[in-house]
């Protein structure tokens, strides 16, 4: 994988490097290692935006199952009344969306939306084999600049995005589904204290419960520079009763955000989402998929991406050597290639856990250090390699990995086949539509949030389950309840411990992450979580799909952008809400 510092190039706004030349499709092969949103979101705008045949693009998965940390799967469990087994989910994530997710949207544009009747027949083979038949309709051209320009308008409903006719792409489909009064849904409560009694009561969030000594740190740190923060964590820019407050838990517990994190991440989201502020407490901005994640996007996207003929193998790379099954391959990459890969990943050294036994024991940071999976290997290759002259441009993975005490954290799914306790909780929280944005518990020591989703929220779920999602961010603690019996009432119950989830927001500076396409790079580009891509923030899939969009149009020598950032240059109406709300 040859990186050539001494080729003709231009330097890029993006940190990268622009070929002169135009790249031809019709000759460039590309390998994308990562079979997650990144590698798929590349390959779409490798097919629609720089024109290479789908035959010539090259997605390697060590996993059967595309779509990295959006994986959703069922598993069959057996309970005490129903000794037959039964489905039960594991949602990896319940991703909340908003209109500002300018590169993912324009993603989603270009995919054509499955048939409502092949989704329906296909049910759980089609979330197990990501397989599907499109519906015939041709992804709409776009030009790139989707939300460029535009103020918080952006990709609001509109009058076309409301017809009777089926939506024509998977961004139709989050439209339509948004235009739905009852797929909004909300609560009236979003944090749970407990009484002197121990009983739950309700939080007032009408309230930011901050000091006037935390408004005036807050809106100094909203002022400060990037450059200013350094290797600073949020804890070194306020005092600890700010820690105490409900704009902190509301802020912490829907992004996942811990006081020792990187204050540059901090400063980024609160740029990122001035305009959300005033939302916060009902996160009533907020947009959701049809239905989970996985079957949402990372099925229709692979469907398109085969019946087009992109190229999947199940390899694990290491190097430009990889893996397929016990044989050894190398495969040659020409000067005309490109190859993408997605460093890192935040479900790396998780541990399932099941129905009935815990996860297993947090691995320690030497665990990590010596049993790197291949994605992380490969990155320390290029990091550390002392035979790679150019090692320095490819950051610290070690930084990421090695910090698992500030990165843990746990998430569980709870699949209920008897709906009185949802309907319950729905009830106490003044539910609308049969929705729970997320319900956050300030006082449990885990800080466990949970988030009950339109129901069904996968194809195949049967009418008498409710499927439910939710995470603790100090996993590490002792909890206050001992584990629920076996007359606990029937549920299935998947948890998972994951050792690096918050590992994105792990405190760095500008040097610590690599540019998306490394400087005097001219076939290699980088994408996921860890790359460095100003103003934007990491842990979500927006910031995925822009490193592959700057990867692809910066590689392939396109005169194309992604669409800017959203939130850098805020009306002063956006402001005045923003200062409003902190003011409560």
């Known amino acids: 994988m040859p990186i050539d510092s001494s080729a003709p190039s231009a330097t890029?706004?993006?940190?990268?490097?622009?070929?002169?030349?135009?790249?031809?499709?019709?000759?460039?092969?590309?390998?994308?290692?990562?079979?997650?949103?990144?590698?798929?979101?590349?390959?779409?705008?490798?097919?629609?935006?720089?024109k290479v045949p789908a035959s010539r693009i090259h997605i390697l998965e060590a996993s059967p199952t595309p779509g990295g940390s959006m994986a959703a799967e069922d598993e069959p469990s057996a309970t005490p009344a129903h000794p037959i087994k039964r489905k039960g989910y594991v949602i990896r994530a319940a991703r909340k969306l908003n209109f500002s997710y300018r590169c993912f949207y324009d993603t989603l544009s270009k995919v054509p939306c499955?048939?409502?009747?092949?989704?329906?027949?296909?049910?759980?083979?089609?979330?197990?084999?990501?397989?599907?038949?499109?519906?015939?309709?041709?992804?709409?051209?776009?030009?790139?600049?989707?939300?460029n320009n535009r103020?918080?308008?952006?990709?609001?409903?509109?009058?076309?995005?409301?017809?009777?006719?089926?939506?024509?792409?998977?961004?139709?489909?989050?439209?339509?589904?948004?235009?739905?009064?009852?797929?909004?849904?909300r609560t009236k409560v979003r944090l749970v204290s407990l009484d002197d009694g121990g009983r739950p009561e309700t939080v007032d969030t009408a309230t930011m419960g901050l000091s006037p000594r935390d408004q005036a740190a807050l809106m100094a740190?909203?002022?400060?520079?990037e450059e200013s923060l350094g290797f600073g964590t949020i804890r070194d820019f306020f005092e600890l009763d700010f820690f105490e407050t409900n704009f902190w838990d509301m802020m912490s517990t829907m992004y996942l955000f811990k006081p020792w994190h990187s204050a540059i991440e901090l400063r980024r989201y609160l740029h990122r989402f001035l305009h959300e502020f005033p939302n916060i407490s009902t996160l009533s901005g907020m947009e959701y998929m049809p239905s989970n994640d996985f079957e949402a996007t990372i099925v229709p996207l692979v469907a398109y991406l085969k019946e087009a003929g992109v190229d999947f193998q199940d390899l694990i790379v290491t190097g430009i050597a990889v893996r397929q099954q016990t044989e050894d391959i190398v495969i040659p990459v020409k000067p005309t290639d490109i190859v993408l890969v997605t460093l890192g990943s935040m479900t790396s050294g998780s541990a399932p856990g099941t129905n009935t036994t815990p996860p297993a024991a947090m691995p320690k940071n030497h665990w990590v250090h010596d049993h790197p999976d291949p994605i992380w290997k490969f990155w320390l290759g290029l990091s550390e390699s002392s035979s790679n002259p150019h090692r320095a441009k490819f950051g610290d993975p070690r930084l990421f990995r090695e910090h698992q005490g500030e990165s843990m954290g746990v998430?569980?799914?709870?699949?209920?086949f008897d709906q009185s306790f949802t309907q319950h909780l729905l009830?106490?929280?003044?539910?609308?539509?049969?929705?729970?944005?997320?319900?956050?518990?300030?006082?449990?020591?885990w800080l466990l949030s949970i988030t009950i989703p339109q129901q069904p929220y996968f194809k195949d779920q049967p009418a008498d389950t409710t499927v439910f999602w939710g995470y603790g961010l100090y996993p590490d603690q002792p909890g206050r309840f001992p584990p629920a019996g076996a007359d606990a009432g029937e549920f299935h119950h998947a948890p998972g411990a994951h050792a690096l989830i918050t590992s994105p927001y792990i405190r760095r500076d500008k040097d610590s992450r690599p540019q998306v396409?490394?400087?005097?790079?001219?076939?290699?580009?980088?994408?996921?979580?860890?790359?460095?891509?100003?103003?934007?923030?990491?842990?979500?899939?927006?910031y995925s799909v822009r490193s592959a969009q700057i990867a692809v149009y910066e590689l392939m020598g396109l005169d194309k952008k992604p669409p800017e950032v959203f939130g850098e240059d805020p009306s002063a109406a956006v402001l005045g809400e923003a200062l409003k709300t902190l003011m409560m």
């Open 221 to 225: 740190f909203i002022l400060r520079s």
């Open 114 to 147: 499955p048939s409502v009747s092949q989704a329906q027949e296909n049910g759980s083979s089609a979330r197990t084999n990501a397989i599907g038949e499109l519906n015939g309709s041709t992804a709409p051209t776009s030009n790139g600049d989707a939300g």
């Open 427 to 445: 009830a106490w929280a003044g539910s609308t539509h049969g929705t729970c944005p997320l319900l956050s518990f300030r006082d449990c020591p």
């Open 411 to 416: 998430a569980f799914t709870i699949t209920m």
């Open 151 to 185: 103020g918080t308008e952006d990709f609001v409903i509109g009058e076309e995005a409301v017809t009777e006719s089926p939506p024509r792409t998977l961004l139709d489909s989050i439209r339509r589904n948004h235009s739905n009064p009852k797929n909004r849904g």
């Open 517 to 542: 396409v490394p400087r005097g790079s001219q076939n290699l580009g980088l994408m996921g979580q860890y790359v460095e891509m100003a103003r934007d923030v990491t842990f979500t899939m927006e």
């Open 12 to 50: 890029t706004t993006n940190g990268g490097i622009i070929p002169r030349y135009q790249r031809d499709p019709l000759t460039t092969d590309a390998w994308l290692v990562g079979g997650g949103i990144a590698s798929l979101a590349a390959a779409v705008h490798l097919i629609n935006d720089a």
